[in-house]
C-alpha cells in the first residue's frame, strides 16, 4: 500500500503490527521475529533492561532503528509509571512511553484514572505518550485532552489470547477518537489482529500469541500477513450483510 503510513506524534510509522519483547524462551529469536514481522516499533519493560550489566541486557537483541516503547510494567500508581518513564529515558530508550497502570493482580486491568494522570504529567515533561486503557469513551476522551499521542484499549485481558471481547467498545472508540488507536493485549489469532484492522483500528500490539507459539518466526509472518489483509479490507470498505441470501448472479432472464 501507497502512502498508507501511520502517523503517531509525526513520526511514520509503516508496519501496523507493534511486537513485545518478552515471554520468549530465548531472546536470542527476536530479531528473527521482528526480521519476520517487519515491525517498526517494539515495546520493552524496564525490568528488562540490565544496566549493571549491559551485554546481558534485552536491548542487545533488537536491532538498530526500531523504536523503542518502553512500557511501565509494574506500575501500580501514576506516580510509579511516571518514575518508570523518566528511568527509561534516563537509560536511553528515548521519549516514547506505552503507559501500564494496573493494581488489579487478579485480571491485570488497567486502572484508567491512574493512567490519565500519568498521561497528563508525562506529555507535560515531553514524553510521546500510548497509554494502555480500558476501553470506555469518555476515558479515551480525557486521554485526548491530556494530549496523549495514541490511546490503546485492551482487547482482552493481557496475555489471555482470548481475542475481541471488547469488540463493540472498540468500534465506538474509533468512530469518536480523532487520534489514532491501537488494540493492545489479547489478541490470540491472526484473524483476531484481521478483525481489529477490518474495524478501523490503525495497529495491533501483541506479544503473548507470537512468542508462546511453537514457531515464533512463523507466527509473526503470519500476524503480519493478516494486519496487512484487514487494513486492506478497512480500505477497500466492506460489503453490507444481509439477514437473506442475495444471489450473485440473477436467477431470471435467461430460463425460457
Known amino acids: 500500500m501507497d502512502n498508507d503510513d501511520l502517523i503517531i506524534a509525526g513520526t511514520a510509522i509503516r508496519s501496523r503490527l507493534i511486537t513485545g519483547s518478552g515471554k520468549y524462551r530465548d531472546d536470542r529469536i527476536i530479531a528473527r521475529v521482528l526480521e519476520a514481522a517487519e ?114 484499549p485492551l482487547g482482552s485481558p493481557i496475555g489471555s489470547n482470548r481475542g475481541l471481547q471488547t469488540r463493540e467498545l472498540i468500534e465506538i472508540i474509533v468512530e469518536e477518537i480523532g487520534i489514532p488507536v491501537i488494540v493492545d493485549a489479547g489478541i490470540g489469532r491472526p484473524s483476531d489482529a484481521a478483525l481489529a484492522m477490518e474495524l478501523g483500528v490503525d495497529a495491533v500490539l501483541l506479544n503473548t500469541a507470537i512468542a508462546t507459539a511453537d514457531d515464533p518466526v512463523v507466527m509473526a509472518r503470519a500476524f503480519r500477513l493478516a494486519v496487512e489483509a484487514g487494513r486492506l479490507a478497512f480500505l477497500a470498505g466492506l460489503g453490507p450483510t444481509s439477514k437473506t441470501a442475495k444471489a450473485s448472479s440473477p436467477l431470471t432472464g435467461f430460463l425460457g
Request: proline share 5%; charged share 25%; aromatic share 6%.
Open 39 to 152: 515491525c517498526d516499533i517494539i515495546t520493552v519493560a524496564l525490568r528488562r533492561i540490565d544496566l549493571d550489566r549491559p551485554k546481558e541486557s534485552i536491548l542487545n537483541h533488537i536491532p538498530k532503528g526500531k523504536i523503542l516503547l518502553p512500557n511501565t510494567s509494574g506500575a501500580r500508581t501514576a506516580e510509579e509509571a511516571i518514575r518508570i518513564a523518566r528511568l527509561a529515558k534516563a537509560a536511553g530508550c528515548g521519549n516514547w512511553v506505552k503507559i501500564e497502570v494496573i493494581n488489579d493482580q487478579k485480571y491485570l486491568l488497567p486502572d484508567n484514572f491512574e493512567t490519565l494522570r500519568a498521561t497528563d504529567t508525562l506529555v507535560k515533561e515531553g514524553f510521546v505518550v500510548l497509554p494502555y486503557f480500558s476501553p470506555e469513551l469518555a476515558a479515551a476522551r480525557r486521554l485526548v485532552d491530556a494530549g496523549a499521542s495514541a490511546v490503546m
